[in-house]
């Protein structure tokens, strides 16, 4: 049983915990196949989405997600709302505390900054991404759509490729993936690997494989999970050009052919077409990255039912 | 109850809402968990009278409690499946033991979330009364009166590997 106030990342989560998540999940994904795509479960709770990062997708996924347990979400996004007048994000969740919201889903920036809102607000918080530290809902959507294909998420060959240096994605995965007793394969130019990334792992270290090249990453691979290169977090240059990186670090079907027959290729979004990622692997017949998305409504819901209901 | 007994109440419940029914076909819609077997169970033996087998369906009615926010852990949710085209059909809800009668509101709730049906009836192995809401079942097993510190547990070997029914004091 999910006993916490809230979710802030993945390292702290328990594979039971992680398991009752991606199973209730499971039984939520039904009710967004119904004409009437809505249950009365969490009537009455109030849910804020507290954006400090442009979203579309995770956003949208969350307010539907409450929106189909009949919560009220309630969607802030910092260039409409005191955060441009000066207010500190501190004040900012005292005051939505103080209006008994039931739930705040925070993006933010910063890494920690859901960490430090937990300690001081009686809603529970859910990190919706922070800084290049977790995305915890991200990772479990991913674990949910790889259960859904393999049949399981141990044993696995993932292929994690792109700009790890700034993917709050690829950490959270990390952890997942790991706990449950994949291999895990990082794949990245050195400029966008950080050093000493293989310390974040605490147990089963031995699982977590560090590559720069992407054949070598790719090569009987069961999952293919491509990241996006996050142009708008680069005040440098981490590459010479964007056609270089396509050249070395592109899903192209030709690298595709590397991986097993039935590999899946993922990718959390937004796509960069041409940069990491060809379109027609993006489009292709492998791609699960659609069904990424259906599961995480489903994964939402789970979420917000296991730390709002009862 | 013992197991002979389990199964006879099965026999006649299949058997009587066949009778009420008219040869019309019914969806037998289990609800989670022991309603789910129960309903299968009445499901083969209906359609080894008619030679017709009779639609089933799951419904877990935990998402429609009335005492979400009052239960100490949330509940297990399990899955829901019921038939795509129930708009008015003639549907018999499905469970183990009928006692304060929410679970049947919110079973009642939950299906109106899929359509119109044209009926919905009600079939359970035990009434052991106590009711908070106006529901009466159509169907019943077995009436039995029971105090209210009293548990009433019926075992189904699907799911206990037994079949059998037991009334127990609570402790």
Redesign the interface.
Known sequence: ???RKDLLGVQDLGREEILEIL??A???H??ST???K????LRGKTVINLFFEASTRTRTSFEIAGKR?SADVVNISSSTSSVSKGETLIDTAKTLDAMAADCVVIRHFASGAPHTLAKLTKASIVNGGDGAHEHPTQALLDAYTIRHRKGRLNDLKIAIIGDVAHSRVARSNIHLLTKFGSHVWLCAAPTLMPPGIEKIVCENGELLHISHSMDEAVEGADVVMMLRVQFERMSESFFPSVREYFRYYGLTTVRAERAMPDVIIMHPGPMNRGVEIATEVADGPYSVILDQVSAGVAVRMAVL??LL?? | MNADEVNTTLDRLAHEILKKNNGRPVVLIGIQRRGVPMARRMAIRMAEKTQREPQIGTLDINLYRDDLTRVASHPVVQKTEVPPDIDDRDVVLVDDVLYTGRTIRAALDALCDFGRMRTIQLAVMIDRGHRELPIEPNFVGKKISTKDNEVVEVKLREIDAEDAIYVMEKI
């Not at chain 1, 809505?38 to 479960?41: A, F, G, L, R, S």
């Open positions: 049983m999910l006993k199973d209730t499971e039984s939520f039904e009710v119904r004409n009437i809505k249950v009365p479960t347990l039912y296991l209901g009862g």
